[in-house]
Nanobody, 118 residues
């Protein structure tokens, strides 16, 4: 497994979760890393990404101000801190790595379910 996602769960609206994406140094050290999500009946959409070398970040408009992406170089891990969650954030979240600005992922982890109850 090249990317390992974890941290999903069930939370009430307004609550918080932190997702983690751990990967090999070969991938994490070479590509931007981020998150996409797919809700039932909808297309997969970009959520947030971080450029590993330069710490540039990019967010979907729907999550700006609520979600924060960060990295831990020593652990080859990227985190997505999710605050003030809304029911519309409910989806399967996928960790991905690819060329910046991460329009499309090249490597994918398994999904982790995030469910926000109202």
């Amino acid at each position: 497994v090249q990317l390992q996602a974890s941290g999903g769960g069930l939370v009430q609206a307004g609550g918080s979760l932190r997702l983690s994406c751990a990967g090999s140094e070969r991938i994490i050290g070479s590509y931007a890393v981020g998150w996409f999500r797919q809700a039932p009946g909808k297309n997969r959409e970009f959520v947030a990404g971080i450029n590993w070398r330069e710490s540039d970040t990019r967010y979907a408009d729907s999550v700006k101000g609520r979600l924060t992406i960060s990295r831990d170089n020593a652990r080859n891990t990227v985190y997505l801190q999710m605050n003030n969650l809304k029911p519309e954030d409910t989806a399967v979240y996928y960790c991905s790595a690819g060329p910046w600005p991460l329009i499309r992922g090249r490597y994918w982890g398994q999904g982790t379910q995030v469910t926000v109850s109202s």
